[in-house]
């Protein structure tokens, strides 16, 4: 497989690089050798064809970074797991390509009139939040935000804190409108949970982040829908509310190329749109603040331990910021 490689890439190669020189980065010794770490530490391998083109990428995604953190922003960026990659190829491996039906979610969810605690972190308030997984190259955002969100309301409401299956979402939630590696929403998820009766353990219906046949065994089941909450269009308001008197919240924002690269701090953008229909990435807020005047969500992400602030980021709170308010809810258990 190896040999043969370098031969089908030989037209490509000769084409390729040769053709793009007028716009290709000159890379400094230095920047090559970051890249070789990077890749090391990420243990990538490249055809020869391709390790120009990556490095090109790494380069550029690298003197952004550096841009960036040289400028005075609320938030700063890192290399990570996504640097050798383009938006373009990000979006279609990780991102929902196509818009969900975010606006077609009737809020039910009723909101008080606060007021609410200014610190809520439910990692904190004892064991509700369980660790940060990794969806891999799947656009199954939705699947983490929902059994996220279960598995915590389900500790809060007394039971234990498990583990359950995204992979039961991907292969068996079509028909509540989610299309697996494609996209879905977690209202949707919760529907179908509600109504399908359950769903298994991570131990048992285990990730593979491809999709599959269904393999649901309704006598494994191990956690259930009682009602789903879901919050009208925009009321970032009764999100608050929602975190702060009952549990962590599922939601869905739009992710531009900046945010892949972020590392710590607290989120925010101009680039990003705040409409429904521009949302392509569902995550789950498990509390909120503010520091120096900045409101903030603590917010669990699916892109593994090492991705962000172990896994977590924080994003400006108040604004609607990337149509954060656009598509959220919760699921209530059964316990
Ligand atoms: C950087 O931003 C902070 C907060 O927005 C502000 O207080 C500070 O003065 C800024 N520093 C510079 C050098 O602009
Ligand atoms: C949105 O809802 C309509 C009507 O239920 C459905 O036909 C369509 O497939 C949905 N779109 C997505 C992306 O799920
Ligand atoms: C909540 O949202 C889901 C999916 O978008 C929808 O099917 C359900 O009817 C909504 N529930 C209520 C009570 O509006």
Same mark, same amino acid.
């Given at each position: 497989?190896?040999? /043969?490689?370098?031969?089908? #890439?030989?037209?490509?190669? $000769?084409?390729?690089?040769?053709?793009?020189?007028?716009?290709?980065? *000159?890379?400094?010794?230095?920047?090559?050798?970051?890249?070789?770490?990077?890749?090391?530490?990420?243990?990538?391998?490249?055809?020869?064809?391709?390790?120009?083109?990556?490095?090109?990428?790494?380069? *550029?995604?690298?003197?952004?970074?550096?841009?960036?953190?040289?400028?005075?922003?609320?938030?700063?960026?890192?290399?990570?797991?996504?640097?050798?990659?383009?938006?373009?190829?990000?979006?279609?491996?990780?991102?929902? @390509?196509?818009?969900?039906? %975010?606006?077609?979610?009737?809020?039910?969810?009723?909101?008080?009139?606060?007021?609410?605690?200014?610190?809520?972190?439910?990692?904190?308030?004892?064991?509700?939040? @369980?660790?940060?997984?990794?969806?891999?190259? %799947?656009?199954? #955002?939705?699947? $983490?935000?929902?059994?996220?969100?279960?598995?915590?309301?389900?500790?809060?409401?007394?039971?234990?804190?498990?583990?359950?299956?995204?992979?039961?979402? +991907?292969? =068996?939630?079509?028909? $509540?409108?989610?299309?697996?590696?494609?996209?879905?929403?977690?209202?949707?998820?919760?529907?179908?949970?509600?109504?399908?009766?359950?769903?298994?353990?991570?131990?048992?219906?285990?990730?593979?982040?491809?999709?599959?046949? %269904?393999?649901?065994?309704?006598?494994?089941?191990?956690?259930? /829908?009682?009602? /789903?909450?879901?919050?009208?269009?925009?009321?970032?308001?009764?999100?608050?509310?929602?975190?702060?008197?009952?549990?962590?919240?599922? $939601?869905?924002?739009?992710?531009?190329?900046?945010?892949?690269?972020?590392?710590? &701090?607290?989120?925010? *953008?101009?680039? =990003?749109?705040?409409?429904?229909?521009?949302?392509?990435?569902?995550?789950?807020?498990? &509390?909120?603040?503010?520091?120096?005047?900045?409101?903030?969500?603590? /917010?669990?992400?699916?892109?593994?331990?090492?991705? &962000?602030?172990? &896994?977590?980021?924080?994003?400006?709170?108040?604004?609607?910021?990337?149509?954060?308010?656009? %598509?959220?809810?919760?699921?209530?258990?059964? +316990?």
């Amino acid at each position: 497989m190896w040999a /043969v490689l370098p031969l089908l #890439c030989a037209g490509a190669w $000769f084409l390729g690089p040769r053709t793009c020189d007028a716009t290709a980065l *000159s890379v400094s010794s230095y920047e090559k050798f970051h890249f070789q770490s990077w890749m090391a530490q990420h243990q990538k391998k490249y055809s020869s064809e391709e390790y120009h083109q990556r490095q090109q990428t790494f380069v *550029s995604n690298w003197r952004k970074i550096n841009a960036h953190n040289a400028r005075n922003h609320t938030f700063k960026m890192a290399l990570n797991q996504f640097s050798d990659m383009t938006f373009a190829e990000i979006k279609q491996k990780y991102l929902w @390509s196509e818009p969900q039906n %975010c606006s077609a979610t009737k809020g039910n969810y009723l909101r008080g009139t606060g007021p609410y605690p200014p610190f809520v972190d439910w990692r904190k308030k004892g064991h509700f939040v @369980s660790p940060v997984k990794n969806q891999g190259a %799947c656009g199954s #955002c939705w699947t $983490f935000s929902t059994t996220g969100a279960l598995e915590s309301a389900i500790a809060i409401a007394g039971g234990k804190l498990l583990s359950l299956a995204e992979q039961q979402l +991907v292969d =068996c939630a079509k028909d $509540f409108n989610n299309h697996g590696c494609q996209g879905g929403l977690p209202s949707q998820a919760f529907e179908y949970i509600l109504y399908n009766k359950g769903i298994m353990g991570e131990d048992t219906y285990p990730y593979k982040g491809q999709d599959d046949v %269904c393999k649901f065994q309704p006598k494994k089941a191990i956690a259930f /829908v009682k009602d /789903v909450a879901n919050i009208t269009l925009n009321d970032e308001e009764a999100m608050v509310e929602a975190v702060a008197l009952y549990n962590p919240v599922s $939601f869905a924002f739009e992710v531009t190329d900046d945010f892949m690269k972020y590392s710590k &701090g607290i989120y925010s *953008s101009t680039s =990003c749109h705040k409409t429904p229909d521009k949302v392509n990435h569902a995550v789950l807020a498990v &509390g909120y603040g503010e520091e120096k005047g900045i409101p903030y969500w603590i /917010v669990k992400n699916s892109w593994g331990p090492y991705w &962000g602030m172990d &896994g977590y980021f924080l994003i400006e709170r108040g604004k609607n910021m990337c149509g954060l308010a656009a %598509c959220a809810s919760y699921p209530i258990p059964l +316990v």
